[in-house]
């Protein structure tokens, strides 16, 4: 099984996505190196696909898809930092998340997002906090 790194990313009430030409939604991510850890992964893709630095990341959870494990981040961001599709991405753009299930998104896009409103509600700026002490009760 492949180890991957995801980064949820909200920010009023959108979710981060990113897509390369002429591909699905998804979370930004990718995989993690021989020599990183997830959290390394984690920051590395972010930067890379969106040009985005976390403030904090926080860890929330993992998502098991067909033959991918999915280390999943919360990723603190500055409010005012602009994001710009990067490396291989083609496109970023914040997304309602009811909006997501119309898109064409990834099958693990999907379940993560759903995942992360259901045990985590929708964080409210410097709210890295709430949803550290929400992760460690879902990941005990």
């Not at 020599?35 to 590395?44: F, V």
């Not at 906090?129 to 929400?134: C, E, G, N, P, Y």
């Amino acid at each position: 099984m492949k180890d991957r790194a995801s980064v949820v990313c909200v920010r009023e009430n959108r979710i981060l996505l990113v897509a390369r030409e002429r591909s699905r939604w998804a979370l930004p991510g990718g995989r993690i190196r021989r020599d990183e850890t997830p959290l390394e992964a984690a920051l590395r893709e972010l930067s890379e696909e969106t040009t985005l630095a976390a403030i904090e990341l926080t860890y929330l959870f993992q998502f098991t898809g067909f033959n991918t494990l999915h280390h999943v981040f919360f990723a603190d961001v500055a409010h005012h930092a602009s994001v710009q599709p990067s490396n291989e991405i083609a496109k970023c753009r914040w997304f309602a998340p009811v909006k997501i299930a119309t898109l064409s998104a990834s099958i693990p896009t999907r379940g993560i997002v759903a995942l992360f409103f259901r045990y985590i509600r929708t964080p409210e700026p410097d709210d890295v906090q709430r949803i550290s002490q929400q992760a460690e009760r879902v990941n005990p």
